[in-house]
Nanobody, 121 residues
Framework: VQLQASGGGLVQPGGSLSISCAASTNIAILYDMAWYRQAPGKQRELVANITRDGTAVYDDSVKGRFTISRDNANKMSYLHMNDLKPEDTAIYYC????????????????WGQGTLVTVSS
């Protein structure tokens, strides 16, 4: 597993939750890192993306409520979620583009296994 997501759980509407993504030590350099989510019966969608220098973009549905961040030294990304709504319920997947030590010429796309976030009272 090249990316490991963690931190999901059950939270009440209006609550907050942070999830994190740890990249494998096999990955030499991480470029864009992102969070996607997939709700039941829906397609996977991009939630937020952050470049290596920290420029972030968000889906309109989460702007002002979610914040993506990263720690380049520790090869981590985070998604801080505030004012959660029932429609935020989904499996959240971390994603990254990077190069492994074993093949530094090519750019790979990595996916985590997903972490479930449930927003319900």
């Amino acid at each position: 597993v090249q990316l490991q997501a963690s931190g999901g759980g059950l939270v009440q509407p209006g609550g907050s939750l942070s999830i994190s993504c740890a990249a494998s030590t096999n990955i030499a350099i991480l470029y864009d890192m992102a969070w996607y989510r997939q709700a039941p019966g829906k397609q996977r969608e991009l939630v937020a993306n952050i470049t290596r220098d920290g420029t972030a973009v968000y889906d309109d549905s989460v702007k002002g409520r979610f914040t993506i961040s990263r720690d380049n030294a520790n090869k981590m990304s985070y998604l801080h979620m505030n004012d959660l709504k029932p429609e935020d319920t989904a499996i959240y997947y971390c994603n990254a583009q990077g190069t492994p030590y074993s093949d530094p010429i090519y750019l790979y796309e990595y996916w985590g296994q997903g972490t479930l976030v449930t927003v319900s009272s």
